[in-house]
């Protein structure tokens, strides 16, 4: 065999060497089931998360800052003496802007002045009691806000939920794995792996609206629910 030939016949047999595993591994890849199991759990909310606050226009920046700052001021004092804790209020946004009139006739080039300002603060309060959701709201009104931009219910410990959620996730993902096999005419076989989508389906979907409210002084909150969302990506074997 010339020096030639005895070059080649190592590639040859490199290559079949590699070329054996590899078919071993496309062949397991090939006999498997994957499917994304669903899971979401309702439970009764335990916390609320409101953003309230003032705001206020004067002739000056001055002026509509100070009013807006007194109402807020009396609004922190107000939720400090109905129990809320300090670490569950936030200022979430602080504004200050120009007012501008509408003007039919102008010069152009010419620097029109605004005809006032407007001042808004913001507060972000979490409330641990939701028997007092209705109470505090009404008392924060009479002490001056005249804001409200946001409102949702929560859980202060979500784990357990989010956990049972990941169970019927699981239980959904093999109900499919299942129909899957016998629709092909094969064994289902033992979980490969099981991965979870952080960003698809996870997190808090808006509250269900059932009337079950909360009915405190005199604004009434339909409570409701909120539901733990979770996907998961089974991989299932096929059994021989």
Known sequence: MSLKNWLFFPVIALCATVAAPLAALDDVVARRIVVIGEGRVSAPPDKAVITLGARHSAKTAADALAQTNEAVAAILSRMAELGI???????????LNPIWGKSSRYEEGEVVPPIGFEASNSISVTLRDLDQLGGVLDQVTQEG???FSGFRFGLIDPVPVQDEARKVAIIDARRKAELFAAAAGVTLGQVVLITEDLNGGGGFQPPMMEMSAVRSSSVPIAQGEVSQQVSLKIVFSIAE
Request: no cysteine; net charge negative; aromatic share 0%.
């Open 145 to 147: 806000a005249n804001a």
């Open 85 to 95: 804790d300090g670490r569950d209020m936030q200022t979430s946004s602080l504004n």
